[in-house]
């Protein structure tokens, strides 16, 4: 049931940034948190995964400037160990990190790629009752001709793990309609416990990844991995589709850009408008500049052009097709 009071418990937020492209996008997530979140009375952790055997080089944030400016913005700098992904399997980060998290503390993890538009604490958060982001398209699984449909499919990872099938079904949605079956994007999520979610979420991950059923033969995991595993979560932890009000996460408190032209393409005005101030100030800039996408796009004003390739009131239907515009006018930068 979905609770619509603001938020009364305590809780941390949690990003992860490594070396490269993260440590960039996390100034702007801690940036843009502390402009709507100035009395944020919970914890802002920004994971670091910790160099091993999982990792080629590493990954830990290298530019001491970039570190300077997530703590001068509050945010604490928390090392974690990659036991079963590292780089083979970078959005495993977002399960292994739960384990640094305080234990027993509510918390809300989000993609290091958002912005944060609003006063988090205004969101009635049912800790006890997980869901994560619906901001989701058909991405997975893809059925293959004569192969396993979407409810042998889904239902082979329910019973894979004891779970029940039947209850985690949307039954407003027709059957072999990809919507009528649990899917995520694994852009946010939350939880009362993230050492409660983190177990469960590496159990179904490594197992699904190593031993998964018959059905997935023909599946491709990476990278759905954890948007495969997640929904399993949060069934098992007593969770659903939408236990917070439609409207605030993905919407007028958070927006998942995924990739800055992407951001400029599509979001709003606002959106946009936020970006551009939250970053502006100099000291933040003369930093953060180094990395060419927020270079060309942000401070020269080539998003702009971006934009000017879409109205944004009628956007095309697939992604592929604006990534294709953008790319005819070199400005498909990552």
């Known amino acids: 049931m979905v609770k619509n009071r603001a938020n009364s418990e305590k809780f941390n937020v949690v990003i992860i940034a ?45 530019d001491p400037d970039i570190r300077a400016i997530l703590e001068n913005h509050g945010a604490e700098i928390i090392p974690f160990d990659s036991q079963h ?24 993890f989000f993609d290091t790629d958002t912005l944060i538009t609003g006063d988090l604490q205004k969101v009635p958060f049912d800790f006890d009752s997980p869901c994560a982001s619906m901001k989701r398209t058909n991405t997975w699984p893809q059925i293959e001709l004569y192969g396993p449909g979407y409810g042998q499919i889904w239902k082979s990872l329910y019973d894979k793990f004891g779970l029940d099938f039947e209850t985690s079904l949307d039954l407003s949605q027709p059957d072999e309609y990809w919507q009528r079956y ?13 050492h409660e979610f983190g177990k469960w979420f590496t159990e179904y991950a490594v197992a699904i990844r190593d031993d998964r059923p018959e059905e997935l033969v023909c599946q491709e995991l990476d990278p759905w991995l954890d948007q495969v595993a997640l929904p399993l979560v949060i069934h098992k932890l007593g969770g659903g589709r939408q236990t917070i009000p439609a409207g605030l996460l993905d919407g007028s408190v958070s927006c998942h850009y995924r990739l800055l032209p992407l951001l400029y393409a599509r979001e709003s005005n606002a959106v946009v408008a936020e970006l551009d101030e939250a ?51 070199k400005l498909w930068l990552r």
């Open 182 to 194: 649990m899917y995520f994007n694994a852009g946010w999520f939350f939880y009362r416990c993230p």
């Open 85 to 108: 992904f590292g780089q083979s399997y970078a959005n495993g980060n977002k399960i292994e990190a739960l384990k640094a998290l305080p234990k027993g503390e509510p918390f809300v």
């Open 279 to 329: 970053i502006a100030h100099n000291k933040i800039k003369k930093v953060i500049k180094a990395y060419e996408p927020i270079r060309k796009l942000v401070y020269q004003k080539k998003g702009h052009k971006v934009r000017a390739l879409f109205d944004q009131n009628n956007l095309p239907r697939k992604e592929q097709f604006m990534r294709n515009q953008i790319k005819k006018v």
């Open 18 to 62: 490594q070396s490269g492209r993260l440590s960039y996008e996390a100034v702007i997530f801690v940036t843009t948190f502390r402009r709507h979140n100035p009395d944020f009375e919970g914890k802002l952790f920004v994971a670091e995964p910790q160099p091993g055997d999982k990792w080629h080089g590493d990954p830990r944030i290298h």
